[in-house]
Structures are given as structure tokens and as C-alpha cells.
T-cell receptor, first 111, second 113 residues
């Protein structure tokens, strides 16, 4: 079945540590997105990529980094510069003239 | 700047009752509008979308929404709510030709039996 796979489902980070969240899609979509979700705030865009080897900052990119070396993969690194990383992270992809399709999310917590 | 307002943080309805979730948007161009639903700990599932044409759009699970340009609204409705509809609902507007989404803060729906 086609879809978006996010891993791991739960992730724990120690202070000062970088962690990487995985997002893989087999929908052949060009565009991919990372969102952060906090209670009562909806989803906020971190980074997005409309094509391989290109990506743009969203509204809350500080403390995060991404890469887009392959069409199907868009990993997100939460760096130690992100002082409040505890949140639910959602990855999405989008085909031409189509709505965004979401993965099941990764919950990141601080030890 | 673009924005989406969902005025109701929580709504409780009885099973079998009708439902309307409100959504107002601010966007200078013709909007692409969406409703998504999220169960706890899960991703978002698309309920319906409006790109153009008929202002009353039908979605999955018996939901519909009506686009009213004069009111900048895109309210979600369902004639008879089921207990399985309990979830969080998000309205979103697509900007930059739909390349990006701006989300509302969400409305949590509780269904009482």
C-alpha cells in the first residue's frame, strides 16, 4: 500500500543531543513537509521541500535542519539549539494539485 | 498574513445530534480549503477539500462543508454524529497555490451517549 512512514513512533532526547526523525513516502510525491504540533496550537510548518535537493524554511525552522537527497525521503534533525523540542512531529507529502497526505507522527520527549 | 480561526476549542454533542464546526479564514486570494480529522496519537486524515466550483462539498464519513466567500467561512457539518466521530478537527487554508497549509488551532469533538 502507498503511504507515508514515520519512525520511530516515540523518541527520547537527552539534553544537548541531536536526534533525527525519519519520513519515507512511496507515493511518488514531489513535495514533502514537516510540522510540529503542540496542544491547542494546531500544526506549525517547520520545513518543506518541493523537489529533490531543495527545501525552504517554514514558520518555525530555528533549531531544526532537513535534507532532501532522495524523492522518497525527508529526514528532520532536531538539534540541541531547539530549546523546547517536546512535541508531536508530523510529516506530510503532496502530489501535483492534490491535498497533503500525512504520516502517523513521531512523539519526541526530553529525558 | 494568512490565518485560520476555529472559535470553538471544545464541542460536546449527543450521539445522533447534528454537528457544525466553525472555521473562518483570512486570505487575500481565492482559497483552497480543507478539513482534516485527527484521532489521539495519530496523523491527520483528509475529510474534504474545496478548490473551486460548487460551494457545498461532500466528504468522507458523511461530512460536508460549505464555502461562503462573503463570510470567509468554511464550516463543517454532519447531520447525525456517531460516537466514532469523537476526535480533533482541523480547518486549513492552502496558500501559495496550495503548496503550503495554514492550520487553525483545532476543535476537539466529544460525543456523549
Amino acid at each position: 500500500d502507498g503511504g507515508i512512514t514515520q519512525s520511530p513512533k516515540y523518541l527520547f532526547r537527552k539534553e544537548g543531543q541531536n536526534v533525527t526523525l525519519s519520513c519515507e513516502q512511496n507515493l511518488n510525491h514531489d513535495a514533502m513537509y514537516w510540522y510540529r504540533q503542540d496542544p491547542g496550537q494546531g500544526l506549525r510548518l517547520i520545513y518543506y521541500s518541493q523537489i529533490v535537493n531543495d527545501f525552504q524554511k517554514g514558520d518555525i525552522a530555528e533549531g531544526y535542519s532537513v535534507s532532501r537527497e532522495k524523492k522518497e525521503s525527508f529526514p528532520l534533525t532536531v538539534t540541541s539549539a531547539q530549546k523546547n523540542p517536546t512535541a508531536f512531529y508530523l510529516c506530510a507529502s503532496r502530489g501535483e494539485s492534490q491535498p497533503q497526505h500525512f504520516g502517523d507522527g513521531t512523539r519526541l520527549s526530553i529525558l | 498574513a494568512q490565518s485560520v480561526t476555529q472559535p470553538d476549542i471544545h464541542i460536546t454533542v449527543s450521539e445522533g445530534a447534528s454537528l457544525e464546526l466553525r472555521c473562518n479564514y483570512s486570505y487575500g486570494a481565492t482559497p483552497y480549503l480543507f478539513w482534516y480529522v485527527q484521532s489521539p496519537g495519530q496523523g491527520l486524515q483528509l475529510l474534504l477539500k474545496y478548490f473551486s466550483g460548487d460551494t457545498l462539498v461532500q466528504g468522507i464519513k458523511g461530512f460536508e462543508a460549505e464555502f461562503k466567500r462573503s463570510q470567509s467561512s468554511f464550516n463543517l457539518r454532519k447531520p447525525s454524529v456517531h460516537w466514532s466521530d469523537a476526535a480533533e478537527y482541523f480547518c486549513a487554508v492552502g496558500v501559495e497555490y496550495g503548496n503550503k497549509l495554514v492550520f487553525g488551532a483545532g476543535t476537539i469533538l466529544r460525543v456523549k451517549s
